[in-house]
């Protein structure tokens, strides 16, 4: 059996159910996600939560940038029996939805407005679930395909995962509207359980896959990993890592404290929900088409810095709500912006990282590349309700649109002829 994974054509119909099992798993990827964050903040804030307690809850975030504790365990053990049943991959991924469902049904539970302590609890351990799914999700992905189909992969994940925000995003909120948030919550638990029933029928093993659960046992299968892990990060130059961990911290920063924008600007949950969850899915999901169709023209520098200008200008519109107060159509052209830019953004970093971390041990290399890209974001979020309290909306906006600058600047660069960089190792998988 090779070390490369055979990938058909991107028009046969085997790589056709590896895009549609990609599109299915970004939709897992990105269900919990809003259900611990954004939309988690809408209900703190309906209970009477402080915006610097909404602050420091948004550190539940930072379990996607630890991954990379968990890759190299998934990338090394196969799950015992149910791994040899289910394949490897397959296994960690249904094992971590299993206890993201959970979760959100501990979730379901609390109330923040009388047991934020719970709560808060919950969010944490559904957030953990969440990143160990993301985890097996983007080993599992990168090892699908080779790096020539990556694109296309990407551009399904990121239309599964923007349906999975519409979902968690405008679902929850309407559901919320009628039952209630425990309802609203139980709801998305019952949705996250049956995703892990697909997940057995429709996401294929890979090839790798099946290797390494006859190969890899021991401590010796674990220390593999990790001295893969440690040859990318000796090859790989350190302004290439910076560019990973700046480049959407603008974004990062903003989400946050945009629901308690829209909350103290009096915005009903279905005027959020019709603008913000809906039409701004819808937009995001041409974002991300948008993504794909750019990386197929254009180098991936190119696309990056076109992201990078994009999301960043997006925080301006959030300084211009803020002065505008309740519009509709202010608020409609923010989020026209704003779900296009981090989508085109989105799809150009993951395609980025997908090419760095084609290798043997890919759930390592991705885990690490992208806890590099999330937690420096995530760190300074956790202090962005200090921010608003002693700054106000508009100048906190105007500040986290600043912070696209340093990340710009490390896509300019980059080499022009570089169509995303590789490690030595990366190149001769490819």
């Not at 590349?369 to 909306?393: E, K, T």
């Amino acid at each position: 059996m090779s070390d490369q994974p055979s990938s058909a054509s991107p028009g046969s119909g085997r790589f056709g159910l590896k895009r549609f099992a990609s599109g299915m798993l970004g939709y897992a990827s990105g269900l919990p996600l809003l259900l611990v964050g954004s939309t988690f903040a809408f209900w703190l804030r309906e209970s009477h939560v402080s915006v610097q307690v909404i602050g420091l809850l948004s550190w539940a975030s930072i379990a996607y940038s630890l991954k990379f504790l968990i890759a190299p365990v998934m990338d090394a053990y196969s799950l015992g029996p149910l791994g040899r049943a289910l394949g490897r991959r397959r296994a960690w991924i249904l094992a971590a939805q299993i206890c993201v469902a959970t979760g959100l049904a501990a979730m379901a539970f609390g109330d923040p407005a009388t047991n934020l302590a719970l709560a808060a609890v919950a969010c944490f351990v559904t957030a953990g679930a969440s990143a160990a799914q993301d985890a097996a999700v983007d080993g599992w992905r990168v090892e699908a395909a080779g790096p020539d189909e990556q694109g296309l992969l990407v551009a399904a994940y990121q239309l599964g995962y923007r349906l999975a925000m519409l979902t968690a995003g405008a679902g929850a909120l309407y559901l919320a509207d009628g039952l209630g948030w425990i309802g609203a919550y139980g709801v998305m638990s019952a949705i996250m359980a049956l995703v892990a029933l697909l997940t057995l029928t429709i996401v294929p093993a890979t090839a790798r896959d099946a290797e390494r659960i006859a190969t890899g046992r021991g401590a010796a299968a674990l220390a593999a990993p990790i001295r893969d892990l440690m040859a990318l990060v000796a090859t790989t130059p350190l302004t290439t890592l910076a560019l990973i961990g700046l480049y959407r911290v603008p974004d990062q920063l903003a989400n946050v404290m945009s629901s308690p924008l829209y909350k103290d600007l009096q915005f009903t949950n279905i005027e959020i929900a019709n603008v913000t969850k809906i039409f701004g899915v819808i937009l995001g999901i041409a974002g991300a088409f948008l993504g794909g169709f750019l990386l197929k023209s254009f180098s991936v520098r190119t696309v990056l810095i076109i992201g990078i200008v994009a999301s960043s200008a997006t925080n301006l519109f959030y300084t211009a709500l803020a002065a505008t107060g309740h519009s509709i159509a202010m608020l409609t052209a923010t989020i026209s912006f704003d779900n296009v830019a981090s989508a085109v953004a989105g799809t150009a970093l993951i395609a980025f990282m997908s090419k760095l971390a084609a290798s043997e041990f890919s759930a390592t290399r991705y885990a690490v590349l992208s806890s590099i890209y999330a937690l420096p974001g995530h760190l300074l979020a956790g202090g962005s309700g200090f921010g608003v309290a002693a700054v106000g909306y508009g100048p906190y906006f105007v500040i986290t649109f600043l912070t696209g600058l340093p990340a710009l600047l490390l896509c300019l660069w980059l080499p022009r002829e570089s169509r995303g960089p590789k490690t030595a190792a990366a190149e001769t998988a490819a």
